[in-house]
């Protein structure tokens, strides 16, 4: 085996240290989620593809996957939306402007945004499903000239619950993309649209199926319903893509917790196509 | 063809002057079992014994191992990669785990390079001892394909039958590699094969042929497909009823590689390691993510996804099979789940 008669280089790097960033700002986005924005300590752009992701490692605490929810195109920084929900994030949550934390990354595979170019954009996010997605509809925003009509479908279940208020203003005032949003169940001053996010598909006019590129993320059974919408609306199996979520040790396509029957989500994934999901018995579930 | 001739007492002599410069990992007795495990000197060995208890994957992927060493503090962190590049001799290593260590030779370096469990293997040198018959009831390394090892040994040593000449036990020795072919030259052990020696090899071999049985009725080539018509088949529901969700069986396969990792924090609190620990997909909490949902919450959920991994999808990812019948699973399981039985059921789905 070639690699075993390898010379060892000197203290290779391990596959498994983190580098170091530091903590430039912190925004409360909900009760419980924080957006992070983290510049590398070497000051190199992080390189990373919309739908990438990274582990975050706290030394002392452990790490944990988080998807970057900024797009490349501004590459000072890297944005990182945590939801606290058990020990590693919890610890997240208490790091200040000025702290340093460990990254590893980027890892997984992305969007193939090549592919996207040209085409007719139709992305469906359903709660923290914003994150992940985010990079690629602040790709398309910077980028828009290379792409289509681009429609933009958001699902929160209550109005304390949506993620990224600015860029949700934001989003409504540009005229270049169909921008619709729903909350499942709204409290009294709530204005806007209630319902699950799959009613928001009368706002999307005729869709045309060979040249339409279709991103879902959200709870898996939000998937279903989302899907059964777009194939309604004749559009390929091969163009509709989603992001799966698995427990992640090593993100390096070691550990074997990320397993989806034969397919490692952090190595051949997050982003899936739904042709190729169908096929893989414990994808969705 | 053989490559040379050694005496057991050459053997182990060529042992002790491997363990000038190695340390030695091989067979020793304990009460009434074998186990891999150190020892300094070639005579603590017991180049006799018919089969370990466990694999000696741990002497390259250790259950517990340190990833790096930090140390954090006003300014930051600092990490420095920990690799154990000590050289040594695995001693007495069966055909089923060298075929087991390829895959591990093959996972640790495909994609991602694994520099860890790499920079061990690299400085091991693997003596292979050859098994004339089954080393126990149950095994089903023949069928497996894995009762063989033309590769990944150093040397591999096959014991020939008596010549009537001497008493001693004479092992008929292939070179594996290079540094297996020059530490066996440069030291003169043993000698060339003789034309009775080669003789012997060959009726080695035949006889080995005859005495594995066959346990699984069919070309194990089939199992991927038998496998791919199964997944909905009851037998794994009917089977998993029994399951601890233990996880003896991974802990005792020499192929198993899944782990956990985990910080280890220092009293100071501003140094530590990250470490890493076998784990195994037959625990309940091997795919739990937050919010407690289980990926894999049902005990026939898991049994199905080691047996699929065992005979099927590693095979089909890293072109070395998953599965060597070394049986270890079937005889670590207090519910007497058998991985053999299951190959056997399945050919009975049709
Ligand atoms: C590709 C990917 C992208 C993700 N992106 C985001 C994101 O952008 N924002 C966000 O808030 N969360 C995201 N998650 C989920 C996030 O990783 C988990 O919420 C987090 O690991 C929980 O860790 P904890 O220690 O706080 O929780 P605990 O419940 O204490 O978890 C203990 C350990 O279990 C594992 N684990 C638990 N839940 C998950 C999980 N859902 N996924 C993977 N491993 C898990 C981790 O290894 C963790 O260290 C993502 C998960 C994946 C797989
Ligand atoms: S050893 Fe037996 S009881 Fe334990 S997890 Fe494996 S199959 Fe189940
Ligand atoms: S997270 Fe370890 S293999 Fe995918």
């Known amino acids: 085996m070639a690699v075993l008669g390898r010379q060892p280089t000197d203290k290779a790097k391990s596959l498994y240290e983190p580098e170091p960033a530091e903590v430039v700002s912190v925004e409360k986005l909900t009760d419980l989620e924080n957006v992070y924005a983290l510049q590398l300590a070497s000051g190199h752009p992080l390189g990373h593809l919309p739908g990438q992701f990274v582990q975050l490692a706290l030394l002392g605490i452990g790490e944990c996957p988080i998807s970057i ?10 944005e990182l939306c945590v939801r606290r929900v058990g020990e590693v994030t919890e610890h997240i949550h208490r790091l200040r402007e000025g702290d340093t934390i460990g990254v590893r990354g980027p890892l997984g595979n992305g969007f193939d945004v ?31 000239a290379r792409f289509g009509q681009f429609h933009l479908l958001y699902g929160a279940r209550s109005p304390g619950e949506l993620l990224f208020r600015n860029d949700l203003t934001l989003w409504r005032e540009r005229d270049d993309v169909n921008f619709h949003m729903t909350v499942d169940r709204p409290d009294e001053q709530w204005r806007g649209r209630s319902g699950v996010v799959t009613t928001l598909f009368s706002e999307v006019p005729r869709l045309e199926p060979g040249e339409t590129q279709v991103v879902i993320v959200g709870p898996p059974v939000m998937f279903k319903f989302v899907v059964l919408e777009v194939l309604a609306r004749r559009i390929h199996q091969r163009n509709i893509f989603c992001s799966l979520e698995r427990r992640m040790k090593c993100g390096v396509g ?9 397919v ?8 899936f196509r739904y042709g190729e999901l169908k096929a893989l018995r414990e994808a969705i579930e | 063809m053989l490559d040379r001739v050694v005496s057991q ?20 007795r304990r009460s009434d079992r074998h186990f891999y495990g150190p020892v300094d000197r070639a005579d603590k060995l017991d180049l006799d014994f018919k ?27 600092q990490t420095s990669p920990v690799y154990d590049e000590s050289p040594l001799a695995l001693v007495g290593v069966h055909p089923c785990d060298i075929n087991a260590i390829r895959l591990l030779d093959r996972v640790f370096s495909n994609t991602n390079i694994d520099e860890h469990y790499l920079s061990r293997r690299r400085q091991t040198f693997i003596v292979g001892i050859d098994c004339p018959t089954p080393c126990t009831s149950g095994v089903f390394c023949r069928d497996m394909k894995a009762n063989e090892a033309r590769e990944g040994a150093d040397i591999m040593c096959s014991p020939l039958p008596p010549n009537g000449v001497s008493d001693d036990v004479r092992y008929g020795v292939v070179f594996g590699t290079d540094a297996g072919r020059e530490f066996v030259l440069y030291s003169h ?3 060339p094969p003789t034309v009775d020696d080669e003789r012997a090899s060959e009726r080695y071999i035949s006889d080995k042929a005859r005495a594995f049985p066959q346990s699984i009725p069919y070309d194990v080539d089939a199992l991927p497909e038998l496998l791919e018509r199964s997944y909905d088949s009851l037998l794994w529901e009917a089977t998993a009823r029994r399951c601890y969700s233990c996880g003896s069986c991974n802990l005792s396969c020499p192929t198993c590689y899944c782990f956990n990792t985990y910080d280890r924090l220092e009293m100071t609190l501003t140094s530590g390691t990250r470490q890493r620990e076998w784990d195994g997909c037959q625990l309940r909490s091997f795919a739990v993510v937050a919010g407690d949902h289980n990926f894999r919450a049902k005990a026939a959920a898991r049994l199905r996804h080691r047996i699929y ?12 099979a998953g599965c060597v019948g070394c049986a270890r699973c079937d005889r670590a399981c207090t519910a007497k789940i058998s991985s053999v039985e299951i190959y056997n059921q399945l050919a009975e789905e049709v």
């Open chain 2, 9 to 28: 007492s050459q053997l182990l002599a060529l042992v002790d002057e491997l363990a000038l410069s190695r340390r030695i990992v091989g067979p020793v």
């Open chain 1, 254 to 262: 070691k550990c074997g917790h990320c397993q989806a029957n034969n």
């Open chain 2, 189 to 191: 052990a043993g000698d």
């Open chain 2, 309 to 320: 991994r065992k005979a099927k999808w590693v095979k089909e990812r890293e072109g070395v």
């Open chain 1, 114 to 144: 090549h592919e996207l170019h040209g085409k007719d954009i139709l992305i469906v996010a359903g709660g923290l499903g914003l994150a992940p997605v985010r990079s690629l509809i602040q790709y398309i925003l910077d980028e828009r």
């Open chain 1, 264 to 271: 490692y989500v952090c190595l051949e994934g997050p982003v």
């Open chain 2, 51 to 77: 089969y370990c208890v466990y694999s000696p994957k741990a002497a390259l992927f250790p259950a517990d191992q340190t990833l790096f060493e930090f140390q954090t503090g006003p300014d930051g962190f």
């Open chain 1, 69 to 78: 929810c900024s797009s490349p195109t501004r590459p000072n920084t890297f």
